[in-house]
């Protein structure tokens, strides 16, 4: 076993990662928003060929929560139970309407809540699990691999300054959720200060876009200073548009006199509810790989909403097990809430998101043990067994597969859950089923 895994032991204080029939709806839905929405000029192609997926990832963003329509739209998703354990299927979905806006169970400050839910009976109680994926994922078919328990979708510009439109399946308790503290700040200028001196009063936007893996180009920020400086005073109505749109967009803020930049990646890390520099991992790692990276994390403030019913259950700490790990979203959601973490088997390919962890682990003073795992595939049920009796067992499941097959930015082919790395949901429910059928038999035992 131990030639499979990498373990770090520190001490002291802890307090503290996607079908064809969906395709060709997206498209169409890509199309309609693409011609209502951002009226793209043929000379801005260049731009877009580097993010053909991008557009839908904000369709149902609005500028501000509170700018949404007071009449909910909602679609009740029929998720079948089915008293048989999950099995690795493969099957083509039809597109899920989804909610607007993305409340999930609810979000502070909004009035619609939840606080009590009915499970699947094979999905209640521990160990917990919370898996998290694009909005655009085959969610009928994730939820019915995990237990049947319907997806909670929640847009994370109810929480934090940026959007963020993800599902989750979880089995997690619901009431008494609450905000890590100090709580994010909600809109960019509460977050970038200094960007306040130079935003025109006609960019009325507070809330940025889903973080992205591409940035904008030079040639697109010096378009856009040309044409503000061209007109001399108050640009014209078609100027401002074509900027507003390409700052929503391309995420841009202002930092100078018509100067519109994209974000600095530690002014995303803030955004994503990390430390400025936390993906610096020690040095050595690269601006495109810290950009990766962060595109492909949880939002930190709003995993943590989630997870904080967890802190009164684990006073003592947490044993997790961390599948697809990235830049440790999970862990630190778990440090900024002070839960300890006993334990925390980590499963992560990148070596450079590994570096990041485990400067993070250093950095924090963790208490716990740091076990590493590169691939998935090494977590065979023997291994798996062996370290739930040396730890007594995982708490939670935590993590998000990657969502290279699915949608968004980041795509890299169309082959849904059956791409090459999607593919690794299912990887994610065959280490759960192990996880849950062992703690049972602990239990019994």
């Known amino acids: 076993m131990e030639e499979n895994l990498h373990r770090v032991s520190?001490?002291?204080?802890?307090?503290?990662?996607?079908?064809?029939?969906?395709?060709?709806?997206?498209?169409?839905?890509?199309?309609?928003?693409?011609?209502?929405?951002?009226?793209?000029?043929?000379?801005?192609?260049?731009?877009?060929?580097?993010?053909?997926?991008?557009?839908?990832?904000?369709?149902?963003?609005?500028?501000?929560?509170?700018?949404?329509?007071?009449?909910?739209?909602?679609?009740?998703?029929?998720?079948?139970?089915?008293?048989?354990?999950?099995?690795?299927?493969?099957?083509?979905?039809?597109?899920?309407?989804l909610p607007i806006p993305m409340l999930g169970l609810g979000v502070p400050n909004e009035q619609l809540f939840v606080t009590q839910r009915s499970l699947p009976e094979l999905a209640r109680g521990p160990p917990y699990f919370y898996y998290e994926n694009v909005v655009l994922a085959p969610w009928e078919t994730i939820s019915r691999h995990?237990?049947?328990?319907?997806?909670?979708?929640?847009?994370?510009?109810?929480i934090c300054a940026a959007a963020r439109e993800r599902g989750y399946v979880h089995n997690l308790p619901i009431s008494n959720r609450y905000l890590i503290q100090p709580p994010p700040k909600h809109t960019i200028q509460e977050v970038l200060p200094l960007t306040k001196n130079w935003w025109p009063t006609w960019d009325t936007r507070t809330k940025l876009n889903c973080i992205f893996t591409v940035n904008a180009s030079s040639q697109?920020?010096?378009?856009?200073?040309?044409?503000?400086?061209?007109?001399?005073?108050?640009?014209?109505?078609?100027?401002?548009?074509?900027?507003?749109?390409?700052?929503?967009?391309?995420?841009?803020?202002?930092?100078?006199?018509?100067?519109?930049?994209?974000?600095?990646?530690?002014?995303?890390?803030?955004?994503?509810?990390?430390?400025?520099?936390?993906?610096?991992?020690?040095?050595?790692?690269?601006r495109a790989e810290r950009l990766k990276s962060l595109s492909n994390s949880f939002q930190v403030d709003t995993l943590a909403y989630h997870l904080s019913v967890l802190k009164p259950l684990f006073p003592d700490g947490i044993n997790v097990l961390s599948l697809f790990t990235g830049i440790g979203g999970g862990e630190m959601a778990l440090h900024r809430l002070q839960i300890p973490m006993k334990t925390v088997v980590s499963v992560e390919f990148s070596q450079a998101n590994k570096y990041i962890l485990r400067d993070f682990w250093e950095r924090t003073n963790q208490k716990g043990?740091?076990?590493?795992?590169?691939?998935?595939?090494?977590?065979?049920?023997?291994?798996?067994?062996?370290?739930?009796?040396?730890?007594?067992?995982?708490?939670?499941v935590i993590g998000g597969s990657p969502c290279n097959n699915l949608a968004g930015g980041n795509r890299v082919t169309p082959n849904g859950l059956e791409g090459e790395q999607s593919l690794m949901f299912y990887e994610y429910c065959r280490v759960l089923n192990v996880v849950r059928q062992t703690a049972k038999e602990m239990r019994r035992s």
């Open 220 to 286: 697109l920020t010096n378009r856009i200073r040309s044409a503000l400086e061209a007109s001399r005073g108050e640009p014209p109505e078609e100027i401002k548009r074509y900027v507003i749109e390409q700052c929503k967009k391309w995420n841009l803020i202002w930092v100078g006199q018509n100067k519109a930049v994209p974000l600095e990646v530690n002014e995303i890390e803030t955004l994503m509810g990390f430390p400025i520099y936390h993906t610096r991992g020690g040095g050595g790692i690269s």
């Open 146 to 158: 995990l237990y049947d328990v319907a997806p909670e979708f929640v847009d994370s510009s109810f």
């Open 369 to 396: 043990v740091l076990i590493e795992f590169e691939d998935v595939q090494d977590l065979t049920k023997d291994i798996i067994v062996e370290l739930m009796k040396q730890f007594g067992g995982f708490d939670i």
């Open 10 to 97: 520190r001490s002291p204080d802890v307090g503290t990662h996607n079908q064809n029939d969906s395709v060709a709806e997206d498209n169409r839905r890509r199309r309609h928003y693409n011609h209502h929405t951002h009226g793209v000029q043929a000379k801005d192609s260049a731009d877009w060929n580097a993010v053909d997926d991008l557009d839908f990832e904000i369709l149902n963003f609005h500028s501000s929560p509170s700018n949404a329509d007071d009449d909910m739209d909602f679609e009740i998703v029929n998720f079948h139970s089915s008293p048989s354990s999950p099995s690795p299927v493969v099957t083509n979905d039809e597109p899920l309407r």
